[in-house]
Nanobody
Framework: QVQLVESGGGLVQAGGSLMLSCAAS???????MGWYRQVPGKQRELVAR???????RYADSVRGRFTISRDGAKNTVYLQMNSLKPEDTAVYYC???????????????WGQGTQVTVSS
């Protein structure tokens, strides 16, 4: 069973920083991995992710302020968020596309979400 465990959310003032972490457990081979966010009444949107070929993709709204990084040996991805704005307030979800050892089937997995609140 694959689990994504997130940590690092919280309350911060505008202009501050937070780092989110997400560790994937299980005997898996990860293809894509990254972060999405969602506010009530809106669709979940991409924040940043690594593709299976190693390239990164950022939402325009966070480029230059957020940095995604990873530790492949630990199946862990991080999101360093700087210069936070009130509009960054959302539930942040970790995501990965992976296959389990011994299988060729690929599936999407999501974490439980972590709240990030930026006060003005």
């Amino acid at each position: 069973q694959v689990q994504l465990v997130e940590s690092g959310g919280g309350l911060v003032q505008a202009g501050g920083s937070l780092m989110l972490s997400c560790a994937a457990s299980g005997s898996i081979f990860i293809n894509d991995m990254g972060w999405y966010r969602q506010v009530p009444g809106k669709q979940r949107e991409l924040v940043a992710r690594f593709s299976r070929i190693g390239s990164t993709r950022y939402a325009d709204s966070v480029r230059g302020r957020f940095t995604i990084s990873r530790d492949g040996a630990k199946n862990t991805v991080y999101l360093q968020m700087n210069s936070l704005k009130p509009e960054d307030t959302a539930v942040y979800y970790c995501y990965c596309n992976a296959r389990q050892r011994g299988s060729t089937a690929e599936y999407d997995y999501w974490g439980q979400g972590t709240q990030v609140t930026v006060s003005s």
